[in-house]
C-alpha cells in the first residue's frame, strides 16, 4: 500500500524539522502511542494500540530517521509486532520546503505492509486504515504546530502559534 500527500503548515522549515525531530511532538501525534522512548541517533522504542476492523492490537517495535538531510527531507521507517494479530512495518519520506507566500509546504510518502491475522481483513480495510492513520498523524502534527484555530479574544500574537511553537519561542 503506498500514499502520498502535501500540506501547508503555517510555520517556518526551521519549527517543522525541529518539531519532525522531536520526540514529544512524534509520541502525542502517532495514534494510540502509549509509549515512545530513546533518540533520533539511536532508534525509537513504541508501543501503539490500534484496532484494524474487529482486530485490536498492542504493537511494540522500533522507529528509525534515516537519509536525513538537515532542515529538508528523512526517512521514517518502523517495524511492529502485535503477537497473535501479526506485524506491520513501513516508511515514509517526508520533505519539506518554504512555501510560497509563507510557511512550509510539507510532504510525504508512505508504504505500508501487514502479516498474520490483520491481513486477513482484506486489502480495502488495511489500506483505508492506513490512510487514515497517516492523515490522523499529520493533522494532529499541524495542529501541534499552528494550534487550533484562535479564539477572538486571544492576543493576537498567541493566535499565531501552536504548542509547539509556543514551546519553542
Not at 498492542?58 to 538537515?70: C, H, M, N, P, Q
Not at 518554504?98 to 481483513?121: H, N, S
Amino acid at each position: 500500500m503506498k500514499l502520498a500527500e502535501e500540506r501547508h503548515i503555517a510555520a517556518e522549515p526551521a519549527v517543522v524539522w525541529a518539531a519532525v525531530l522531536d520526540p514529544d511532538v512524534l509520541k502525542q501525534c502517532v495514534p494510540g502511542c502509549e509509549s515512545l522512548t530513546g533518540s533520533v541517533a539511536d532508534g525509537f522504542e513504541a508501543v501503539v494500540v490500534q484496532k484494524v476492523g474487529p482486530v485490536k492490537a498492542r504493537f511494540a517495535g522500533k522507529v528509525t530517521l534515516s537519509d536525513i538531510v538537515e532542515g529538508r527531507s528523512l526517512r521514517i521507517s518502523g517495524e511492529g509486532q502485535g503477537g497473535v494479530a501479526g506485524y506491520a512495518k513501513g516508511g515514509a519520506n517526508v520533505a519539506m520546503a518554504p512555501a510560497k507566500g509563507g510557511g512550509t509546504t510539507l510532504t510525504y510518502e508512505v508504504e505500508a505492509a501487514v502479516g498474520g491475522k490483520i491481513a486477513q481483513l482484506g486489502s480495502r480495510i488495511i489500506e483505508g486504515f492506513a490512510k487514515n492513520m497517516a492523515g490522523q498523524f499529520f493533522d494532529k502534527f499541524q495542529l501541534a504546530i499552528e494550534g487550533p484555530p484562535p479564539a477572538e479574544d486571544a492576543p493576537e500574537e498567541e493566535q499565531k502559534k501552536g504548542w509547539f511553537k509556543r514551546l519553542i519561542s
